[in-house]
């Protein structure tokens, strides 16, 4: 169209299709920016002139929405360049396409799937050792997080120049799984410990059955945990084993043996004596008697120590198995805790850190 005034307008109908860098550090709360430049490699600036309309960039009344992107604007700007190889200037004019993401199918097909997974993981750390799924659980949830990595990956743009932010979040989660399913195997190894095979250090004495179940808040049954137990944790054992073997059968028994290393035998006296008293004949039959019971009840004294040195024994065992179990509860509590936070920090840094968060 060519006006009186010498200006014309060029509409010419096509389809102008153009490839740009695209920029996937926020991915998929990022957004785009691509530049279209029009201008004549031809003509100069003296002999075209090229004017933009609209300062605020190209006509949108006929846009047609995307279910992908959102068109935020299009800013045009007009140039005046010039070249090395030509003294002219050339003029040219850039338009700006800026679009954004709709985040709303990302965030519900692949951001809550993650977290439910991921809370699932935090669940496993609540599961009982003896029902034999808590290492199968980790290792299947592990599977399910990999899954959803290929997914976002096929997703993805295949550049290397930034991580986008949703694979650093998967990353982070994936992580958190793999150590919880690492420490579930301590926690496995800790529960099933026994005295024949392990003996519980003292380190570890002190920091699962005291200072850490103190700072939890845990308990155990008939055994309290308090700032003055664990200050006074050596000596409350000492006396807790001389408080009950001073009421255990062994000490009965060894009374009963010190009876009989300190009873001593009759003497019978002269034969004087012995026909002044009158004591028949029956007499001795009698005290040899007495030493046949004797004898038969040191063979029991000695039944008795066996049985219990036995028990003592049995105790001993079911209390290392038992600080063991404790142990292994006191790791999953904390893990428990620990991967929780790191959960909700992660989630939650992600999420404050996008441009945005939903763009229906």
């Not at 991921?118 to 997080?145: N, Q, R, Y």
């Not at 009873?263 to 007499?283: L, V």
Request: proline share 4%; glycine share 4%; with cysteine.
């Amino acid at each position: 169209v060519v006006r009186h005034n010498g200006t014309c307008l060029y509409v010419p109908p096509g389809i102008f299709m153009s490839t740009c860098k695209i920029d996937i550090t926020w991915f998929p709360f990022d957004d785009q920016h691509c530049d279209m430049k029009f201008g004549s490699w031809t003509y100069d600036g003296s002999q075209l002139d090229l004017i933009l309309k609209d300062e605020l960039g190209g006509d949108l009344t006929t846009f047609i929405t995307n279910g992908e992107w959102y068109l935020l604007g299009m800013p045009g700007k007009k140039n005046e360049v010039q070249y090395e190889c030509c003294p002219e200037t050339y003029v040219d004019i850039t338009f700006t396409i800026q679009i954004r993401r709709r985040t709303l199918y990302y965030f519900f097909n692949l951001i809550v799937p993650c977290v439910l997974i991921s809370s699932m993981a935090l669940l496993g750390f609540t599961l009982p050792p003896d029902s034999g799924e808590k290492l199968t659980l980790g290792v299947t949830i592990l599977l399910s997080l990999t899954v959803f990595l290929n997914l976002v990956a096929e997703s993805m743009p295949t550049t290397s120049d930034a991580v986008p932010l949703i694979g650093t979040y998967f990353n982070c989660i994936m992580f958190m799984v793999a150590s919880s399913v690492v420490l579930t195997v301590v926690v496995l190894n800790y529960h099933h410990r026994t005295a024949d095979s392990h003996e519980m250090p003292d380190w570890i004495r002190f920091f699962f059955l005291q200072w850490i179940p103190w700072v939890l808040r845990m308990q155990r049954p008939h055994k309290k945990i308090t700032r003055r137990t664990i200050a006074m944790s050596n000596k409350m054992r000492e006396l807790e084993l001389k408080e009950r073997s001073s009421k255990s059968l062994m000490a009965n028994v060894l009374n009963i043996d010190d009876d009989f290393r300190h009873t001593a035998p009759t003497p019978m006296g002269n034969s004087s004596n012995f026909i002044r008293s009158g004591i028949s004949i029956e007499d001795s039959a009698s005290s040899s008697q007495c030493s046949v019971t004797q004898k038969e009840l040191r063979l029991i004294l000695k039944e008795l120590q066996f049985i219990t040195a036995r028990m003592k024994k049995a105790d001993e065992e079911a209390d290392t198995i038992s600080d063991w179990k404790f142990a292994a509860m006191v790791v999953d509590r904390l893990c428990l805790i620990v991967f929780t936070l790191f959960t909700i920090i992660a989630t939650i840094t992600v999420l404050l850190s996008a441009p945005h968060i939903i763009v229906q």
